[in-house]
């Protein structure tokens, strides 16, 4: 898969020293990965939350932080739309954002 965004990534890691370990295997997950299908994303992450309208939200750093990405299946991409602590979280809608 080809990852939208990914500069979101790495200056979320530069802020956040904690998390750059799990955000790059994240990456290298992603990168290596052909999903085609929610089960496909579930099976590289099983505790993925699979949302409405083709997003996933990922745990990073055992749920300090969330990652909503937008998966195109038949394009093969992933858009990051949003990374934060769940308490960021809490204020967005992962459906739209």
């Keep these: 898969m080809r990852i939208f965004?990914?500069?979101?990534?790495?200056?979320?890691?530069?802020k956040h020293a904690d998390a750059r370990k799990s955000l790059t295997t994240w990456k290298n997950v992603v990168l290596l990965a052909s999903w085609k299908n929610k089960q496909d994303v579930l099976s590289d992450f099983p505790r993925a939350k699979m949302i409405k309208n083709n997003r996933a939200r990922?745990?990073?750093v055992h749920n300090t932080y969330r990652?909503?990405?937008?998966?195109?299946?038949?394009?093969?991409?992933?858009?990051i739309r949003f990374i934060g602590t769940h308490n960021e979280y809490d204020r967005i809608d992962p459906e739209t954002i």
């Design 5 to 14: 965004y990914l500069i979101r990534l790495d200056e979320y890691g530069k």
């Design 58 to 60: 990922f745990e990073i």
């Design 67 to 79: 990652l909503i990405a937008h998966i195109h299946y038949d394009e093969q991409f992933v858009e």
